[in-house]
Structures are given as structure tokens and as C-alpha cells.
């Protein structure tokens, strides 16, 4: 049988510039009515509790910004290393690390005030996500142990490390034996950046990730060695770039990006350690850094994309009783579109010419 | 204790203050010919069986009481964080006036929600937290377990109990005290070992453990706080007794199914709706069981002896009349050391916050 291949366009044109992400959202929309009139809900309601009610107040957008940022400051630091072609599935652990790591502190010291602590908090949250992934790069460098299967282990791991510190040493004592630890004291939590609502200072942390990763992948020698090895390792290993040095590099600074997030995560919306902190951010900023082509600006619109998607997705729930299974399918089949419509307008199908023998 | 008002939560509520009044601005204003909006939170999935399938049911049963002047919302399979927050503000944003929310995890942030909106009332699961629009409730599901228990230790040939078990939390514990109290009753020598998942929905884990503790020759288990059937369908499948809470799972276990302590809620949320309708309703702690017709057994197998049969109507009748409790001492705790004196019976606020295992549980308390 003769299958069609795909073959790079030489540029991509225009008009499919704009008609395929276009396309992709009609088609992904159209399958998704199908399946609303199948069950019964009112599509009407649906995308307007989707697209619209996100952005219908200064409160419900805020919520998007909220939402955005731990997964643009995972998502930089997983880009780093998989450009690098090394490949940290385990920024969820890493994640939870950060978040321990930040509560020691208001844990240990409830009593503590002063304008450091948060800022200690975060620090201590990096350095935390920073050390959960040195265990994978020390055992890749070591054995050459897969990181992808080492740094996935090690997230579930880090979840029973969590509920271990919750469930004994670090319970709260007046919580009657419910796993989580004291509500954090007031200079504990992050400050609020926009009055009124949730989104504090970690947007900021979140930008300036951003343009430091830019920099890094755009401007500085270390960032050209990782993408050298990543795109052809041996001429990286004929210029005498480590491979080593890459996989501690990649490894360390998504750890840290992941960690730092965890910790803005428990010092700000949370509050408190509990054994519900991530809604699975690590793995969701691994699509976030795939969508976004891996650049840090793309980055920036896909984590803002992703989050609405999350939002909308819940608000569906609530205002047009939609069942949590049917969201999933919009969502997926909405990323699953635009993933193929961005594939064609980088490449073209082309059918083998029949030959003769 | 937690209620203390402070620097800290006065600024976390005035924030949400603000953003409940920036929402509210777009709900329609309620008028008296509008519905009264019920809106449940649920951790896990409303399935076919389990936690939230119980809370759901009971609220459409009292939903076709009120036809059109209730409206019932469900948001399911909602993460106990931030995002929960979000969610309970926004269906109080959209209308609603009754929250259930089903899940400890919920507590924090429904708190607040009660607090910024004193006409909107909340009921919580299995918290500790009380104020005037806010209740939380728990079954006492000690009452069925210890009915169980007897049953347990009639058909166990290996004298070994097993429970796959959600979290270590006082409704769990003590449900697993009464288990062991009622089946030390027949045969005082049975132990019991537990597996806590960590989970209130883990079919993989749930099976992993069920063999697990199938392996270590426990021949009759209790499937604790498990919003799905897989220990019961794995416990036919290996051949030993099951049983669980909340909704029977019989279906899924026609030979080994040893019965189901089910949870009746509708009329706890009739009584609070009503309340909430009529402008009497009064937070307190909700502690519901056989004698509020919230907790009952049902599916009994047929495999219990007609004698031990005989002694377990005779001690339900007791518990539902309140003569009879399975927490009256003497107690002792697997520790060793004394847990509740001879004739003495716990009060309802020490059954709550049960914190220790009975002697006869050998697997230790996590953490």
C-alpha cells in the first residue's frame, strides 16, 4: 500500500497561515455540536460559557492570569531541556517538591514575620524543584537511566513524600487528623498584584522567567550549545560540547522553574500545604511548551491559551451543566485540531508517484 | 481556633469580597418566582455507584418534591484547591443559594463563600468548621460498619478482615473501630489489616490492594470511602466477602456481596432546604446515622448464619432507638492502653474526632 507523505513547505503561505487555525477551531467546534445535540446540552450555552464568560469580567479574567502562571513558568523551564532533546516528564514532582520546600518555612516558623519570608519561601521552593530533578540528571549522567522514566517515578514519589509530612510530621495539630498543615501567617503569602482579586506577584516572577528564557535560548552560548545537541548531538559532541553538562543544565532549570511555581502555588492561591496542590500543572505545562513551538514567547500565548481552555471548561460545568467527560473531549479535540492544522501549515501531503518496475 | 479572625484572612476575604460583588454584578437579581438554585461540588465523578452517586440521588429526590422551584447543578470530578474556589464562587456568582460541598478538601474555601454571602447557605462533608449559614455533616456509618463486623467475623474462616481504605481521617477511623468492635462481638480473637490508598477514586490502586490483602489471607473486606466498585469486583473475582458504603454494589459482586451500609441523605437536605426556604436554617454539626433513617444496611447475603442474623436485627434495633452504641467501653486501643472505661459511651464530639485505632488493627496509623 502506498501511504501519502508529509513534505516541508519551502515557505509557509499566508492565506494557511491564518485559514488553518481558523479551520481548526470551525471543524473542532462543528464535531462538538454534534455530540451537545447527541446529549441533550444547549450548545449555545456551552461556548458562551467557554469563550465569552472568561473574558466577561475584570474577576473571571484575572482568574485566566492566575491560572496562566504556574503553567508559563513550568512550561519555560521543560522547554529549556526539551529543545535540548532532553525530556523531563517529571515537573509535576518537581512541582510538589517546591511547594514543600516553601512550607517548611511558615511550617517550622508560624510565628515568623517579616517581609522575607515569602521571598525565602520561593527561593527555598526552586532550589527544592532544583534538587528532585538532580536525582534524575545524577542516575542519567550516572547509568545512563532514562530521564523521562526516572523524573515520571519520581512525581509519584514526591506525592507520598506529601502526604507523609501531611499525614504525620507536618499536620496541622487543631485539624482533627485532616492531611494538611497550618494555614500560612499573613507575611507568608505572596502579595496581591491586581487589588480584588487572586493574582499576586508570581505573574511577575512568571514574565521575567520568560524574558530570562529568551535570552538563554536566544542570546547566550550555553542556550546554543543545548540546541546544537539537541538538533545534531554529534556535531555538539565533535565541537566538544558536554552531553553531561546539558543534561545537569536542562534538568536543573526546568527543577528550579517547576519548584518555583509549586512554592507560588502554596503561598498564593492555597495558603496552605494540602495533598491537592497541583491540578496536574506539570504535566499540562508539557503540552503548554510543545504548543507554544518551544519558543518562550509562543510559550507565553499557549499558557494563556491553555489556561482559558481550563477556566471555560469549568465554567461550562457550572453554567451550562455540561459532564466533566464532554469538556475533556472539547478540549482535547480542540488541541488535537490545531496540533494537526499547525502541522500542515508547515508541511504539505504529497502522494507517492506510481513508477514502473 | 480557625475561626479567629485575623490580618491574614480579613485581607483574603476582603478580596474575595470584592470579586463575589464583581461577579454578583452580572447575576440576575433573584426575584421571589425564581428558583431556588441547589448546586453540588463533588471531588469524583457521579458514577453509577458511590460517595457522590449518594449525595446526587438524594438531592433529585428532594428536587422532584419541589418540581420547577428547584433547580439542581452538579459540577463533578472539581480538585480540592484553588480551582474548587473559583468554581463555588461562580455558581454563587451565577444564582445559587444552597451549596453542597462534598468534600473535606472544600473547606476553606466554602467557609469563606458563607462568610462574604450570609443569604447563602452551605452544607459541607465530613468538616469541622461551623457558622450560622454553614453546617458540615457525616454519617455515622459506625453504626452500619459495626452491624458488618459481626456478619464479617461469622463468615471469615482465616479470622483476618481487610479494608482498602481513602484517608486517615476521623469518619474513616472510626468506621474501621466499629467494623473490628462488632466482629470482635462473635469472635474476639479477628484482626484487621488496612491499605490506605490516599484516594477517593483509584480503580488500579483499589485492585492492586484488594489482591494485596486477598495474598496476606484476608478473606472478607471492606471497601472504605472507595467512590468506585473495584474492590467488591475484585473480591468476587478472587472469591472473598466485600462490602462498602454509600450505594450497594451488588451488581457487581452477585455471589460474594456481604450487603452495603447506605447512605440516605434526602432527608437531611429536605429538612435543611426547607429550613434554608423558610429563613430558620441554623448551621450546626450534622452527625446522621440509622435513627435519623440516613444510615442503613441493605443486600444482607444470604450466606449469614440465621443465628448470628438473629443477634444483629437484635443490636440494629438497639442502635436505632439509641440504646445501644458500638463506642461503650471497655475499649482499648491497639496501642495497649485503655481507650474508653467500662460503661462508658463516647459523646458524639470524641466519636467525631477519633484519632486512634481499637486493639485488633494491626496495621499502624499513617504518618
Not at chain 1, 482535547?332 to 499547525?342: E, F
Not at chain 2, 490508598?197 to 496476606?216: G, I, Y
Not at chain 2, 446522621?288 to 433513617?293: I, P, Q, R, Y
Not at chain 2, 443490636?315 to 452504641?325: L, P, Q, R
Request: proline fraction near 5%; aromatic fraction near 10%; hydrophobic fraction near 50%.
Amino acid at each position: 500500500m502506498r501511504l501519502p507523505k508529509l513534505v516541508r513547505r519551502e515557505r509557509a503561505s499566508l492565506p494557511v497561515l491564518i485559514a488553518a487555525p481558523v479551520l481548526a477551531l470551525a471543524i473542532a467546534a462543528l464535531g462538538n455540536l454534534v455530540l451537545y445535540a447527541a446529549i441533550g446540552v444547549n450548545p449555545v450555552a456551552v461556548f458562551h460559557a467557554m469563550l465569552i464568560e472568561p473574558f466577561a469580567s475584570y474577576f473571571s479574567m484575572s482568574e485566566i492570569l492566575l491560572k496562566a502562571g504556574p503553567l508559563l513558568l513550568s512550561a519555560q523551564g521543560l522547554a529549556i531541556g526539551f529543545r535540548a532533546k532532553i525530556f523531563n516528564i517529571g515537573a509535576e514532582g518537581q512541582f510538589v517538591l517546591g511547594a514543600i520546600c516553601a512550607s517548611a518555612i511558615p511550617v517550622y516558623m508560624p510565628q515568623a514575620s517579616g517581609p522575607w519570608i515569602w521571598p525565602a519561601m520561593l527561593l527555598l521552593g526552586a532550589l527544592g524543584g532544583s534538587a528532585w530533578a538532580a536525582i534524575t540528571a545524577f542516575w542519567r549522567v550516572r547509568l545512563n537511566a532514562n530521564e523521562i522514566l526516572v523524573s515520571l517515578m519520581l512525581s509519584f514519589v514526591s506525592l507520598q513524600l506529601l502526604i507523609y509530612l501531611l499525614l504525620g510530621p507536618w499536620k496541622d495539630p487543631m485539624a482533627l487528623n485532616f492531611p494538611h498543615s497550618v494555614r500560612f501567617q499573613f507575611d507568608a503569602l505572596l502579595p496581591i498584584l491586581l487589588p480584588g482579586t487572586r493574582v499576586n506577584v508570581s505573574l511577575l516572577l512568571a514574565l521575567l522567567v520568560t524574558v530570562a528564557a529568551w535570552f538563554f535560548v536566544q542570546r547566550s552560548f550555553a542556550g546554543y550549545q543545548l540546541e546544537v545537541g539537541g538538533l545534531a548531538p554529534n556535531a555538539a559532541r565533535y565541537a566538544g560540547y558536554s552531553q553531561n553538562g546539558a543534561i545537569w543544565l536542562s534538568l536543573l532549570i526546568g527543577g528550579f522553574a517547576a519548584g518555583l511555581a509549586g512554592a507560588a502555588e502554596v503561598a498564593g492561591p492555597v495558603g496552605q500545604l494540602q495533598r491537592s496542590i497541583s491540578t496536574g500543572y506539570g504535566y499540562a505545562a508539557i503540552i503548554v511548551a510543545y504548543l507554544g513551538g518551544l519558543h518562550p514567547i509562543g510559550i507565553v500565548f499557549s499558557a494563556f491559551l491553555l489556561s482559558t481552555l481550563y477556566i471555560g471548561g469549568d465554567n461550562a460545568m457550572v453554567s451550562a451543566g455540561l459532564p466533566i467527560a464532554a469538556v475533556n473531549v472539547f478540549q482535547g479535540s480542540l488541541l488535537l485540531a490545531y496540533l494537526i492544522a499547525a502541522t500542515f501549515v508547515r508541511r504539505r501531503l504529497v502522494w507517492p508517484q506510481r513508477t514502473r518496475a | 481556633m480557625t475561626n479567629t479572625p485575623n490580618r491574614r484572612n480579613f485581607i483574603a476575604g476582603a478580596s474575595v469580597a470584592t470579586m463575589v460583588a464583581a461577579l454578583g454584578a452580572q447575576a440576575r437579581a433573584a426575584t421571589a418566582d425564581d428558583p431556588l438554585i441547589v448546586t453540588l461540588i463533588i471531588p469524583s465523578p457521579v458514577a453509577d455507584v458511590g460517595w457522590g452517586l449518594a449525595l446526587f440521588e438524594a438531592l433529585e429526590t428532594v428536587n422532584a418534591d419541589y418540581g420547577e422551584a428547584m433547580q439542581l447543578s452538579v459540577v463533578e470530578n472539581i480538585y480540592e484547591g484553588p480551582d474548587a474556589d473559583r468554581i463555588m464562587n461562580k455558581a454563587v456568582a451565577d444564582g445559587t443559594k444552597f451549596l453542597v460541598a462534598g468534600s473535606f478538601g472544600y473547606q476553606n474555601g466554602a467557609m469563606q463563600i458563607a462568610r462574604r454571602n450570609p443569604d447563602v447557605t452551605v452544607l459541607h462533608a465530613s468538616g469541622f468548621m461551623v457558622a450560622p449559614n454553614f453546617s458540615p455533616f457525616a454519617a455515622q456509618y459506625s453504626q452500619g460498619t459495626y452491624l458488618m463486623g459481626m456478619a464479617a467475623a461469622a463468615l471469615s474462616k482465616t479470622g483476618k478482615l481487610g479494608s482498602v481504605s481513602a484517608f486517615a481521617i476521623p469518619e474513616l477511623i472510626t468506621s474501621l473501630n466499629a467494623f473490628v468492635l462488632g466482629a470482635q462481638r462473635i469472635n474476639p480473637d479477628i484482626e484487621l489489616s488496612i491499605v490506605w490508598l490516599n484516594s477517593w477514586f483509584d480503580p488500579a490502586k483499589a485492585q492492586e490492594a484488594t489482591a494485596a490483602l486477598v495474598a496476606q489471607d484476608c478473606d472478607v473486606l471492606f471497601s472504605n470511602a472507595q467512590d468506585t466498585p473495584s474492590v467488591v469486583a475484585k473480591a468476587e473475582e478472587l472469591g472473598v466477602y466485600s462490602f462498602n458504603l454509600n450505594s450497594s454494589m451488588k451488581d457487581y459482586a452477585p455471589n460474594t456481596y456481604l450487603g452495603c451500609v447506605l447512605t440516605d441523605w434526602s432527608p437531611f437536605f429536605r429538612a435543611s432546604i426547607e429550613a434554608h426556604l423558610a429563613g430558620s436554617f441554623e448551621g450546626q454539626s450534622a452527625f446522621l446515622g440509622v435513627g435519623d433513617a440516613v444510615v442503613r444496611v441493605v443486600d444482607w447475603s444470604a450466606d449469614i448464619p440465621a443465628d448470628i442474623m438473629a443477634q444483629i436485627m437484635e443490636v440494629e434495633a438497639g442502635i436505632a432507638d439509641g440504646s445501644f452504641s458500638p463506642f461503650t467501653g471497655p475499649i482499648m486501643k491497639a496501642d495497649g492502653s485503655e481507650g474508653v472505661a467500662a460503661g462508658v459511651t463516647m459523646t458524639d464530639a470524641e466519636v467525631i474526632g477519633m484519632d486512634w485505632h481499637v486493639q485488633g488493627v494491626t496495621t499502624p496509623l499513617p504518618g
